[in-house]
């Protein structure tokens, strides 16, 4: 494969909400550039960029799919991006290494839920977008309401390019508004000039005044000229167009039908011509590495190389790396040095991905996307650069979990081949975690949504033939005191031989939440001697580990030993250990001890219209609202939540919110748990006790 010209790159994102159509268009622009010769369906589970069988069995995308083509002396790389709610963190991955976006929308649906969300990150990027109206010629299909919640869900002026003949099944070519023509399409996609049909000529110029003035307002002379009453022609509007696209700062709208490859050509155009290449990116920021230090990188071809990973693929023999230049070039065999770990890694041959299929390229040019095979510790999100010019990006943002489950093997001792094959499933996927809890010894899955989770297991199954099962993780309880007491235990044992013999007097009282534990050795007159007091604070140290309770950890306790005895012959350190294991168990049990449990930090984004049934809901929750801001047509708000009444609380604040609903969760404090529900969960940790 020749090596490409970097300003003839263009990386696309293809995004949107779920079942707009996207692998489907993705399909027919592979199509059009001849590198696939029949369009395939989702449902036929053949399509080029959903080829993991997780993905043919549900026909839809669970990953971003890679594929690439020429189009006019330009080489496009797609990025196929998920648009359900458990996926969408993959469609960010690939905005953080695309150039531009085409934001699908259904013309029967309008804006939906991941869209509007996708929206609103790339504008924090400022990344390029155009939308394609895809579907016209679904029933229900209207492309007026679509661009109406373009422009309202959006607040944006879209420059609408075409207007579509038809509609549904009586759907066939598009006006272009720009150049006053009608087009219909043959067998192969291609526009075929037609007259613009009487009804629809009204309409067209009020579209193309609309157009105009959209056009014309990022540019001052073009804007003079219009004003005063000049002839503008459809070359140098669409030149201006081409020019505040590839800016950011105008979003034209298209329309088509993707199955039918209709309207496809024309966005193929407007990718080549309007879309940036890697080359108009000045520089990028990054850091030093080991430091907060800021440092930038120049996107030149002739700076040193840099690129990021932003996909990691097992299924590919060996596991595949995919990476985008960033900055400067590399060629097959060399050496990089991966500044994110700290490491070198040597690199063999290159690959261009399409699919599940790949084709060695013998160099990888600023703004390209090339696989590279075996990469021995390097993950997603890791940057690679020159050895002589490390930088470190951090352009891949790793998501906040929102579900857990605790995830129990089918089979005895599997346990560590579990947790081996969900980490080899992590690497695919770092949008999920594994991890064992340290309290309650449970094995953690965590991911973005049950659908996620669920997908996970099926991966599970498939790949590496294990069954599981899963349920609502432990919540990690505390135990406390909360009063002041002084308890003294005696361990003494006679059986032969030397005894055991062992007393201490201690005092407890309550710290501060988040105080844990402070020992005192108040010991005067050698009354304990001074080899036998750590023995003391060891047994308290262990007999915290399971409160007398519930068994679980006891926190925030100040311990004194203030006295005691021992014998010349029978003490030692295990008699001192248990004695004060004991006293402390029993001291415990005397200081009004209680339940404490896990208060989670939540930050809300829903729909202003759902802010009342949102805190009503907390409130049943047991939580507390600290505060609410309106942010554009959302309300944020901000609460404080027991970790056990929000176990589950993705799934129910999509319910409630019709998806549209987001939040982020972050442990804050302990609290002491209601006395009513303290009773139930002590009374069902004694029962489980004593089941064993």
């Known amino acids: 494969m020749k090596v490409v010209d970097p300003t003839k790159i263009r990386n696309v994102a293809v995004v949107g909400h779920g079942a707009t159509g996207k692998t489907s268009l993705t399909e027919a622009l592979l199509f059009n550039m001849g590198v696939i010769s029949r369009q395939g369906r989702v449902e036929d589970g053949n399509t080029v960029s959903d080829f993991e069988q997780e993905e043919r069995e549900k026909g839809y995308s669970i990953s971003t799919g890679l ?20 996926f969408i963190t993959e469609a960010h991955f690939a905005m953080a290494v695309c150039d531009a976006m085409v934001m699908v929308v259904d013309a029967s649906a309008g804006v939906e839920v991941q869209t509007e969300k996708l929206w609103r990150l790339a504008e924090d990027k400022g990344i390029p977008r155009a939308f394609f109206v895809n579907k016209m010629d679904k029933e229900r299909a209207d492309f007026d309401q679509a661009v109406d919640d373009i422009r309202s869900s959006f607040s944006i002026n879209p420059i609408v390019l075409d207007l579509p003949i038809g509609k549904e099944d009586a759907f066939e070519g598009v006006v272009d508004v720009l150049e006053r023509q009608a087009y219909g399409f043959d067998a192969q996609g291609n526009r075929i000039p037609r007259d613009v049909p009487d009804n629809m000529k009204a309409r067209m110029e009020e579209m193309r005044t609309q157009a105009i003035e959209a056009i014309a307002e990022n540019d001052e002379n073009l804007t003079e000229r219009y004003i ?42 407007m990718i080549v011509e309007a879309f940036p290449n890697p080359t108009e990116h000045v520089t990028i920021k990054g850091k030093k590495p080991g430091s907060d230090e800021d440092d930038h990188r120049e996107c030149k071809a002739d700076a040193p190389f840099s690129a990021v990973i932003f996909k990691t693929n097992s299924s590919f023999p060996g596991t595949l790396s995919v990476f985008r230049v960033l900055s400067g070039e590399l060629s097959a065999d060399s050496t990089v040095f991966n500044a994110t770990r700290g490491t070198n890694e040597r690199l063999g041959h290159f690959l261009k991905v399409c699919g599940k299929n790949t084709e060695a390229i013998d160099k990888a040019v600023l703004g390209d996307i090339v696989g590279v095979p075996k990469l021995k510790d390097s993950h997603t999100g890791d940057t690679l650069c020159a050895p ?19 995830i129990h093997p089918s089979g005895i001792n599997e346990e560590d081949k579990i947790v081996t094959s969900l980490m080899k499933l992590h690497e695919d996927d770092p949008t999920f975690a594994v991890s064992k809890h340290p309290e309650t010894h449970e094995i953690i899955i965590a991911g973005m949504g049950t659908g996620h989770i669920q997908t996970v297991m099926e991966k599970l199954e498939h790949r590496f033939k294990i069954t599981a099962k899963l349920t609502t993780p432990r919540v990690p309880y505390r135990e406390t005191i909360t009063g002041a007491t002084e308890s003294r235990y005696r361990h003494k044992k006679q059986s032969g031989g030397h005894g055991q013999f062992g007393e201490c007097t201690i005092t407890l009282s309550p710290l501060p939440r988040g105080g844990a534990y402070e020992f005192v050795d108040k010991i005067v007159g050698g009354v304990i001697s001074k080899t036998f007091i750590p023995a003391v604070d060891k047994g308290i140290h262990e007999a915290m580990v399971k409160g007398p309770l519930a068994g679980f950890p006891v926190v925030d306790v100040k311990v004194e030993l203030i006295d005691g005895k021992m014998h010349d012959v029978d003490s030692s350190e295990q008699a001192f250990k248990i004695a004060g294991a004991m006293a402390f168990k029993q001291g415990v049990l005397d200081a009004r001890p209680v339940l404490l449990e896990p208060i989670q930090r939540l930050e809300i984004v829903v729909p202003e219209a759902n802010t009342g049934d949102i805190m009503g809901d907390l409130s049943s929750r047991r939580g507390q609202v600290e505060g609410y801001e309106v942010r554009g047509k959302n309300t944020v708000i901000r609460a404080l939540v027991p970790l056990s009444e929000v176990l589950r609380y993705e799934p129910d604040l999509r319910s409630m919110t019709s998806g549209r609903g987001v939040y982020h969760s972050k442990f804050d404090h302990y609290q002491e748990v209601p006395p009513d529900l303290a009773r139930r969960i002590i009374d069902q940790a004694q029962q489980a006790a004593a089941e064993g």
């Not at 088509?256 to 496809?264: C, E, F, L, R, Y």
């Not at 002589?388 to 605790?406: E, G, M, Q, R, W």
Request: with cysteine; proline share 5%; glycine share 12%.
């Open 228 to 269: 005063a009453g000049e002839e503008l022609g459809h070359e140098e509007l669409f030149e201006i167009l081409e020019h505040t696209v590839a800016q950011g700062l105008a979003y034209p709208v298209v329309c088509g039908s993707a199955t039918k490859n209709m309207g496809v050509k024309a966005l193929l155009g």
């Open 388 to 406: 002589n010019a490390p930088i470190v990006y951090d352009i891949i943002k790793l998501p906040t979990h929102v579900i857990s489950f605790a």
């Open 67 to 86: 594929a690439y083509g020429d189009w006019e002396k330009h080489r496009i790389n797609l990025l196929d991006s998920p648009g359900g709610a458990n």
